[in-house]
C-alpha cells in the first residue's frame, strides 16, 4: 500500500474523529441503536429491509465502547475513511498512482461523504462494501479469486444496505458477460452463499411469514411514497435530485461533472473499453433506480453515485493527461 494514501486516510479518520456526532442523527439512527440490543425488524429495530450486517458490525463495536452513539458514528467514521483503499486501488490499475491519489483525496472531501461518516447510519457502510465489491470485481476480469470473492462479498453488501443490490449484480452481471458466462455457476454459488449468510439468520429472528410481510409493507411504502407511481410527478424528480446534488456535493463538484461528461462525449467510441464500460454500468446502475424509485427528500440517498463520479473523472484525468496536460492543472486548481 502507497504510504500517501495511509496518510491521507489517517488523516482523513481523525479529521471525522474530530466531527463525530455526539448525538442519534434521526430516527433511522435511533432505530439502529435499538437493533444493537433487541434486533427486530418486525418492530422496526431497525425498519424493513433490517440491515443485519451492519447491526451485527454495529454490536462488534458496542461490545468495546459500550455507547450505542459512539459506537454507530465511529464505524461509519473508520468505513468512511476506509472506503478510499479499494478506489485508490480501482483507480491505480486503470489511471495511474497520481491520479488515483488526486481522485482518492477529491472522494474523501466531498461534503456529503464526510458529514455522513460521522453520523449512525448505515450508508457509509454501504459504500464501503459496495466499492469493496467493484474492485474485487474489477481484478475478477484477470482472476477467477477474485472474482469468486467479489461474488460472495457482494452477497453479504446486501446484508449491510440492500438499496446497493442494483450495482452490485450490475457489475457482476457485467462481468459474467465480459468473461462470457465463465465460471457461472461458481460465481452464483459464491454470490448465494455471501447472501444466505445473514438471509438465514434474518428468517430464522424474525419468522417467514413476519418477513414477507414487513417487506411487502416497506416496498408498498417505496411504491406510494418515494417511487414515480406516488404524487411526485416524473419531471419533479430531477428538479429534486439537482437540490440534493446542490446540498450533498455542493457547486464545488460541478467542474469534475462537467470534466466527465466532457470526457465521455470525446471518447464515445471507445465506451465499450472495459474501464469505460465498468465506470459508467456502475453509475448507471444506481442513477437509474434513483430517478425512478428512490426517496428524494435527503441528500444521503444521492451517495451511491459518489465512487462511480470519482472513477470516471479518474479515467478523464488519465485520458486528458494523454492528450492535454493543461487540463489536468486546470481540473487540480477546481479539486483545491
Not at 156 to 180: F, H, Q
Not at 269 to 277: G, P, R, S, V
Amino acid at each position: 500500500m502507497e504510504k500517501k494514501i495511509l496518510i491521507i486516510i489517517i488523516v482523513s479518520f481523525v479529521l471525522r474523529l474530530m466531527f463525530l456526532s455526539p448525538w442519534l442523527e434521526d430516527w433511522d439512527s435511533v432505530q439502529f441503536a435499538l437493533g444493537l440490543h433487541n434486533f427486530s425488524i418486525a418492530t422496526h429495530q431497525p425498519h424493513p429491509p433490517g440491515y443485519p450486517v451492519y447491526v451485527f458490525l454495529g454490536r462488534i463495536f458496542n461490545s468495546f465502547f459500550q455507547n450505542d452513539t459512539l459506537s454507530l458514528t465511529l464505524l461509519s467514521a473508520f468505513l468512511g475513511s476506509l472506503s478510499a483503499i479499494p478506489l485508490f486501488l480501482m483507480l491505480k490499475g486503470m489511471a495511474g498512482r497520481n491520479v488515483a491519489f488526486i481522485c482518492s483525496i477529491l472522494f474523501l472531501v466531498v461534503p456529503l461523504q464526510f458529514s455522513l461518516s460521522e453520523v449512525a447510519l448505515s450508508n457509509i457502510p454501504g459504500m464501503f462494501f459496495t466499492i469493496s465489491v467493484a474492485y474485487l470485481l474489477y481484478k475478477g476480469r484477470v482472476s477467477k479469486k477474485y472474482l469468486l470473492t467479489g461474488a460472495f462479498v457482494g452477497g453479504i453488501t446486501l446484508g449491510v444496505r440492500l438499496a446497493e443490490w442494483s450495482v452490485v449484480l450490475s457489475l457482476l452481471i457485467l462481468l459474467l458477460i465480459y468473461k462470457k458466462g465463465k465460471d457461472f455457476i461458481k460465481v452464483a454459488m459464491a454470490f448465494l452463499g455471501g447472501f444466505l449468510i445473514w438471509f438465514i439468520p434474518l428468517v430464522i429472528l424474525t419468522g417467514w411469514r413476519n418477513l414477507l410481510t414487513t417487506y411487502s409493507n416497506q416496498g408498498l411504502y417505496i411504491l406510494n411514497h418515494d417511487s414515480t407511481a406516488s404524487n411526485i410527478g416524473f419531471w419533479a424528480r430531477p428538479q429534486m435530485i439537482w437540490g440534493l446534488f446542490l446540498n450533498g456535493y455542493t457547486l464545488y463538484f460541478l467542474p469534475v461533472i462537467f470534466f466527465t461528461g466532457f470526457y465521455l462525449f470525446k471518447t464515445k467510441k471507445n465506451l465499450f473499453q472495459f474501464d469505460n464500460l465498468f465506470a459508467l454500468v456502475w453509475l448507471l446502475s444506481y442513477l437509474l433506480p434513483l430517478i425512478f424509485v428512490y426517496n428524494l427528500e435527503v441528500p444521503r440517498h444521492i451517495l451511491p453515485l459518489l465512487p462511480s463520479l470519482v472513477l470516471t473523472f479518474g479515467l478523464s484525468l488519465n485520458w486528458a493527461k494523454k492528450y492535454r496536460a493543461a487540463l489536468i492543472l486546470i481540473s487540480s486548481i477546481f479539486i483545491l
